[in-house]
């Protein structure tokens, strides 16, 4: 899994150097984290550096920051019901102003710190906006680009949350013709980075990789070869019950699978 910073080129989850390929890496550095009683990690889920900090949300711990030593400096609020605490952390972004928003679609806010730990604000949103959010990435002029999962009918997987003087917008980018039973299904665990070159977006089974280009729309980047069949919009519209069952009912059948699953 791989994600691209603003300070290195590649942070990778999960993996030591005898996992990475020496093709693509040139230069690899392997950072240990402190272990403590409020640093331990279980399950990784994000991962950031900003300011030769090191920032993670681990699904157990919150979000956690460590210097580039590995040494545990601070966490980045935690459950509860206060204004600066969370009820579900959906994911975490760095703003242009390097603040670390906080994303809780329970409680619809957003949760403003400083990469330091020091709390900043709390913007509550209106309902409904952060729904089934997944990831979000941050435009050239501070809007929100968001991507959420796909439940029932409702596939909004890509939308544009606009900010202006406080006031909250959502406009959709990009719909799927996917559709689940009654459960919250990503289209992928990382379906959106921004990297030096922009926001780069993934869609369900597509060997493209899409841009975000600031007009409220995404448009080809560039394209993976593959063997395998391709899934046009006729065969995603007949994945009515959309899971990780379909994914693999669909690789079988011939069907690229995606990058990120």
């Known amino acids: 899994n791989i994600q691209q910073s603003s300070e290195i080129n590649y942070v990778i989850l999960g993996f030591g150097e005898e996992g990475c390929n020496k093709d693509i890496f040139t230069d690899i550095d392997i950072v240990p984290l402190e272990y403590s009683e409020n640093s331990a990690l279980s399950a990784i889920k994000q991962i950031a550096v900003v300011d030769s900090t090191i920032i993670i949300r681990d699904g157990q711990s919150g979000v956690l920051c460590f210097n ?16 600066n605490e969370y009820i579900r952390l959906n994911t975490f972004v760095v703003n242009n102003q390097n603040e670390v928003l906080l994303f809780d679609s329970f409680s619809n806010k957003i949760i403003y710190y400083n990469i330091n730990g020091s709390y900043i604000k709390t913007e509550r949103l209106p309902q409904g906006i952060l729904s089934e959010t997944n990831m979000c990435a941050i435009t050239e002029n501070g809007d929100i680009l968001q991507n959420s999962n ?9 939308s544009l949350i606009c900010t202006d003087q406080n006031s909250y917008s959502k406009d959709i980018i990009h719909t799927s013709p996917l559709r689940t039973k009654d459960v919250s299904m990503p289209i992928g665990e990382f379906p959106i980075s921004k990297t030096t070159e ?4 993934l869609l369900p089974m597509s060997n493209v990789v899409y841009e975000f280009t600031g007009n409220n729309k995404i448009t080809p980047s560039f394209a993976i070869a593959t063997e395998a069949r391709i899934a046009n919009e006729g065969v995603l519209s007949q994945q009515n019950d959309f899971s990780i ?3 693999l009912d669909l690789k079988e059948r011939g069907y690229f699978s995606g990058f990120s699953s």
């Open 198 to 201: 922009g926001i780069k977006l």
């Open 150 to 158: 796909i439940i029932n009918d409702k596939s909004d997987i890509y």
């Open 68 to 83: 580039m030593e590995g040494k545990y400096l601070h966490r980045l609020s935690h459950k509860g019901r206060a204004k």
């Open 245 to 247: 069952f379909s994914i």
